[in-house]
């Protein structure tokens, strides 16, 4: 069972250079989200989907962009990076409706920004 | 606005003893109230929810209390094991169309000593 599967697991850019995180997921589920974790801040919601082709921004959507063609793929878009975006993000994916409290996670990318 | 608050970073206890972790909460809508556990280089997986409508969740070695009028929940671990060591994330989710909107606090981080 692959669950959620984030590549890659650790990104060097140096300041204004773009790249994408991916993200698929082999589950069916309708709901993903992209998360980023900072030291004593948790976890903030960056964008997130409900849906192919439904996307919406959460906490923290400065600087990131997604998109949703299939329903199994999320992936996401830094245009220009910037320091402030070194951290550790985690795409994460749940069933709609009952249950989707329960988020499945990926592995997490690692990634800094010089 | 820190809706859901960890105010422990870390705590430290010995094998075979209570461990308990607490966390605040500031939103009265939330429904749902979930722990994640995160080991390091892996992303968090599910560890125990309770509804708002409850008061106690038993799962094995651990439990949920949800104490609404104090806005407080806690996660106890009994016995703790050296394979509990973990940042553990407390969550609470609220209804936005068909899914669970999930705020997760800023962890704390638990090291059972064998």
């Known amino acids: 069972n692959a669950g959620v599967t984030q590549t890659p697991k650790f990104q060097v850019l140096k300041t204004g250079q773009s790249m994408t995180l991916q993200c698929a997921q082999d589950?069916?589920?309708?709901?993903m989200s992209w998360y980023r974790q900072d030291p004593g801040m948790g976890l903030r919601l960056i964008h997130y989907?409900?849906?192919?082709?439904i996307t919406d921004q959460g906490e923290v959507p400065n600087g990131y962009n997604v998109s949703r063609s299939t329903t199994e793929d999320f992936p996401l878009r830094l245009l220009s990076a910037a320091p402030s975006q070194t951290s550790v993000y985690f795409c994460a994916s749940s069933y709609w409706g009952q249950g989707s409290e329960k988020l499945f996670f990926g592995s997490g990318t690692q990634l800094s920004v010089l | 606005d820190q809706q859901v608050k960890q105010n422990s970073p870390s705590l430290s206890v010995q094998e075979g003893r209570i461990s308990i972790l607490n966390c605040d909460y500031t939103?009265?809508?939330?429904?749902?109230f979930l722990w994640y556990k995160k080991y390091p280089a892996e992303g968090p997986t599910f560890l125990i929810s309770?509804?708002?409508?409850?008061d106690k969740n038993e799962d094995g070695r651990f439990t949920v209390f949800l104490n609404k009028s104090a806005k407080h929940l806690s996660l106890h671990i009994v016995p703790s094991q050296p394979g509990d060591s973990a940042v553990y994330f407390c969550?609470?989710?609220?209804?936005?169309?068909?899914?669970?909107?999930?705020?997760f606090g800023t962890g704390t981080k638990l090291q059972v000593i064998p």
């Open positions: 939103n009265s809508m939330f429904d749902y």
């Open positions: 969550a609470a989710s609220v209804r936005s169309g068909g899914y669970q909107k999930v705020t």
């Open positions: 589950m069916n589920h309708e709901y």
């Open positions: 989907s409900v849906g192919a082709g």
């Open positions: 309770i509804s708002s409508i409850k």
